[in-house]
């Protein structure tokens, strides 16, 4: 099986990933909140769109159809490296945080996450065995595309 992490950039081959504070990238609202120990919603993320004027409709249109209560991306309760069989989605971690997307190889138990709508693992660390994209950066047509298939895998989540 090939597992994907996206994360911090600058790992090389060899390197050993281990949990990590949550980032927090500057003026990002939901770092911000993670960081707190506090989860932003719906509503809160987008009131603070709406202050960011014209550059931020898009985002906004994505979450139209998103309840005000509902989280926005929880911080993990657990203390592990995540990492997935899904390129798309291992992608958009290693963009969200500015950062490179790996192939790792996982140390110790591995046990399925069932915090992810995608499939997803966890271990206690990991080690990078390949660098597949350095300084990762999602251009439209992937962000659509992940975020229609997050939708429905969210949704397929409900329906079980």
């Not at 281990?18 to 987008?46: F, K, L, M, N, W």
């Not at 509902?70 to 989605?89: H, N, Q, S």
């Not at 138990?109 to 597949?132: N, Q």
């Amino acid at each position: 099986m090939t597992w994907y992490h996206g994360g911090i950039s600058g790992m090389q081959i060899g390197d050993t990933l281990v949990p990590s504070p949550p980032h927090v990238e500057d003026g990002c609202p939901i770092c911000v909140a993670r960081a707190a120990g506090r989860v932003v919603t719906v509503g809160e993320y987008r009131a603070w769109l709406r202050r960011q004027g014209p550059s931020a409709l898009p985002v906004l249109k994505m979450l139209s159809d998103a309840p005000d209560d509902a989280p926005i991306d929880p911080p993990t309760g657990k203390r592990a490296i995540y990492f997935t069989t899904d390129l798309a989605y291992a992608r958009w971690y290693a963009a969200r945080s500015r950062g490179d997307l790996y192939e790792v190889r996982p140390v110790g138990a591995v046990e399925r996450s069932r915090e992810d709508a995608f499939p997803t693992w966890t271990a206690g660390t990991a080690v990078v065995s390949r660098v597949v994209e350095r300084h990762v950066r999602l251009c439209r047509k992937d962000r659509r595309e992940i975020t229609r298939r997050w939708k429905k895998a969210d949704q397929k989540r409900v329906t079980r």
